[in-house]
């Protein structure tokens, strides 16, 4: 099994709780909150563990929150190796109003890295990694972080040689499909965002997968997926584009599908499983977190049941 190493840039700490109803100008009485570590990467390492597997999960943290995101991630049995954030590690909120049932959250900045800082942390992330490791960076960069500095990461570890898994969303993201990206082994986003990126909508599996193949072919990444949601998910390498389909289950969440879905490819590649088997698994595990209420991840359980049933085809273009 290979080493996993997640990275998680802007991490929280998610509170949360309920009140009977959010309105504003009145004192809003909660129940008592629950705290979670949160963030890309962290989710990430969550879904490895939920599906048996093993990762370190590298996180800023920074003063009393900080602390207690080491505390809550050591309390889930994730091995941390904590970087010292430039200050106060976020706090997000969110309340559940008991008339209605919405959730409001208010998601926070997080503090604000110099140029200094970010060389201090790929210094650290080239000494934390090995040709013989997997990499997930995964979620939101921090404010101060420039919008290219997913791809100052990549190219920072080319030395060290780890197979990076990439999972990031808004400029970030369009700042790497600009471009080839040398040592970026998967480049995964959904269907929305390849929209985005291509300037016009992909309404079919044979669009999204001539999309994926044109930036494999630029050198974007050597493997390029498209989360199509119900209609499962795309991926392109030079060896052929592949279709995995997604059951049809009751939804009750889509948040954490995609963090489940990265959990478990990277998990299968780890073990050493092909593209094709690692693409069922994070199909599946993304088609199992959609039946868990809020921010629930998959269930090893449902994983394990509906694995059986998603399927695998070639797309010929």
């Known amino acids: 099994m290979q080493d996993i190493l997640t990275v998680t840039l802007n991490p929280a700490v998610d509170l949360s709780t309920t009140a009977p109803s959010v309105v504003a100008g009145h004192k809003l009485r909660c129940a008592t909150p629950e705290f979670s570590a949160g963030g890309g990467g962290i989710n990430v390492s969550r879904a490895i563990r939920i599906l048996g597997g093993h990762s370190r ?17 050591a309390d889930e049995g994730i091995a941390e190796i904590a970087h010292p954030a430039p200050g106060e590690t976020r706090t997000n909120v969110a309340v559940i109003s008991d008339e209605t049932g919405k959730q409001f959250r208010f998601v926070m900045p997080g503090p604000t890295w110099s140029s200094a800082d970010c060389k201090q942390l790929l210094t650290r992330l080239n000494a934390m990694t090995n040709r013989a490791g997997l990499l997930v960076l995964s979620g939101s960069l921090a404010p101060g972080m420039p919008r290219d500095f997913a791809r100052t990461i990549i ?9 990076i898994i990439c999972d990031i969303s808004g400029e970030p993201l369009h700042d790497l499909c600009s471009g080839p990206n040398p040592g970026l082994a998967v480049l995964r986003m959904d269907l929305d965002e390849s929209e985005d990126i291509h300037g016009a909508p992909l309404p079919t599996r044979e669009d999204s997968a001539r999309f994926a193949e044109n930036l494999v072919k630029r ?8 989360a199509r949601g119900p209609d499962g998910s795309i991926l392109a390498s030079e060896d052929g584009c592949l279709h995995a389909s997604a059951l049809d289950v009751p939804i009750d969440s889509k948040v954490g599908a995609g963090d489940s879905f990265v959990g478990a ?6 073990a050493g499983e092909p593209l094709a088997t690692a693409l069922q698994h994070g199909t599946t595990a993304a088609t199992a977190a959609v039946t ?7 269930r090893k359980s449902d994983f394990t049941r509906y694995l059986p049933d998603c399927s695998l085809s070639e797309i010929h273009l």
Do not use: K, M, Y
């Open 265 to 270: 490819f990277t998990l299968a590649r780890a």
């Open 57 to 73: 999960a590298f996180v800023v943290a920074g003063g009393n929150a900080g602390q207690r995101l080491q505390t809550l991630l």
């Open 219 to 226: 050198g974007v990444a050597e493997t390029v997926i498209v």
């Open 292 to 298: 868990t209420p809020a921010t629930e991840l998959c």
């Open 155 to 163: 190219a920072s570890l080319q030395d060290t040689g780890p197979s």
